[in-house]
């Protein structure tokens, strides 16, 4: 008994689904997704387990287990964002549990109507994408998770945010709210001037350069003691939530060097004034 394998076809499938099973496992880990990232990851993974097939060497389920777990710790590597840890028992464990459930999907959808892969993939795709928006939508009505937009001189940068209760920090000077915003996630937001002032700003070495766009904030936090963190005046911010969107002009934003969240599943600590109904994008 022999199988008939036909390269090009099993390379095209396997990008497909390798891309799908990283976009499900990012969005359920809340990590921030680069579709070149993916698409990148997906590619060298499906290549990866090409050239596991067409070695001469025996395929033996060790040697296939430990093909799989490599391909899948890189394709993990390689599709994370800049600057973001891969946690990567966790990743991994979650990785292979979504293939497991996708495999099932596909098999069942497969059974019922008898067709081949690519005929299964789109409502197969549908379905997982289906499961996993009902997913987040129950979680976010339970949690206080947003997805924060800020801009700045004509830059933008998408953020995952939380509404924490106990952040009360304001502007010293205005006197509005003011989150706290994990620096390494938005550097890039900022022109080299910019991040050389604000790399001078954390270490409290350039004082006299604040500016009214560019200042200190006095904060403190239980357990800990307190200081001075840079804060920047951004242009815009926009907050979307649970059928609930926000826009705020001219948010204050304190920046942090160390995550603002152990897991990553967050880069920004908002403030509940900034989910006011005066700050809420009428429909």
């Not at 596909?106 to 928006?133: C, D, H, N, V, W």
């Not at 004082?207 to 357990?223: C, M, Q, V």
Request: net charge positive; hydrophobic share 45%.
């Amino acid at each position: 008994m022999y199988y008939e394998l036909y390269i090009d076809l099993f390379f095209l499938e396997n990008i497909i689904m390798d891309y799908l099973l990283l976009f499900t496992v990012k969005r359920l880990l809340r990590k921030k997704i680069k579709k070149r990232k993916l698409l990148l990851s997906s590619f060298i993974g499906s290549a990866l387990l090409c050239v596991i097939l067409l070695t001469p060497f025996p395929k033996t389920k060790i040697w296939m287990i430990f093909g799989n777990m490599a391909g899948g710790a890189l394709m993990l590597k390689i599709s994370s964002a800049e600057g973001e840890k891969v946690e990567w028992g966790r990743e991994l464990i979650l990785f292979y549990l979504v293939t497991f459930c996708a495999g099932g999907i596909f098999q069942m959808i497969e059974t019922i109507f008898s067709a081949s892969f690519l005929k299964i993939f789109l409502p197969g795709a549908l379905l997982l994408q289906g499961i996993f928006y009902s997913f987040r939508e129950i979680r976010q009505q339970t949690a206080q998770e947003y997805e924060v937009t800020l801009y700045w001189h004509g830059k933008e940068m998408r953020c995952r945010g939380l509404l924490d209760t106990g952040n009360r920090l304001k502007n010293p000077w205005n006197h509005r709210p003011v989150m706290v915003v994990y620096y390494e996630a938005v550097r890039t937001l900022f022109s080299c001037q910019e991040q050389r002032q604000l790399e001078q700003m954390f270490q409290l070495l350039a004082p006299e350069k604040a500016t009214e766009r560019f200042f200190y904030i006095p904060y403190h936090s239980i357990g800990k003691e307190g200081g001075l963190l840079p804060c920047v005046i951004l242009d815009e911010m926009i907050i979307k939530g649970y059928k609930r969107n926000f826009r705020i002009q001219k948010p204050s934003a304190a920046l942090c060097r160390m995550p603002v969240s152990k897991c990553g599943s967050y880069e920004v600590i908002l403030q509940p004034l900034f989910t006011e109904s005066e700050n809420e994008i009428k429909k």
